[in-house]
């Protein structure tokens, strides 16, 4: 029998009308944005390698406002000049793989 690891973190993306039910583990990636390269190949996805400037990783929260209000000043100042102003913007690239991850559902936004 296999048995899940003591730390799983499951949550939802959905890219192109299409939604992904994936699973993790704390710290398996850096981050958000790394994890969906890796899982999805979302197309023109964190150009800039996830240093938060380009905005080309940005996600739509829908659950649990934790993950809304930690933005930074540099993701603040990238996702407005894409004009994005929704509080449920991030960048995934500034989304730590952690327990807060568990159970959310993401929408993968194209800056264009």
Not at 13 to 34: C, D, I, W
Not at 43 to 48: H, Q
Not at 49 to 72: D, F, H, I, W
Not at 79 to 107: A, G, H, P, T
Request: glycine content about 6%; aromatic content about 12%.
């Amino acid at each position: 029998m296999i048995t899940a690891r003591v730390n799983t973190i499951f949550f939802a993306v959905t890219y192109e009308g299409e939604k992904f039910f994936l699973e993790t583990y704390q710290h398996e990636y850096r981050n958000l944005m790394l994890l969906l390269r890796d899982k999805i190949f979302p197309d023109f996805f964190g150009d800039c390698g996830g240093q938060g400037r380009c905005g080309t990783c940005t996600v739509k929260v829908l659950s649990q406002a934790n993950l809304v209000n930690e933005n930074n000043r540099n993701e603040e100042t990238t996702l407005k000049k894409l004009d994005f102003y929704e509080k449920d913007l991030r960048l995934s690239c500034q989304i730590l793989i952690d327990e807060n991850l568990n159970k959310q559902e993401f929408v993968i936004i194209s800056p264009w």
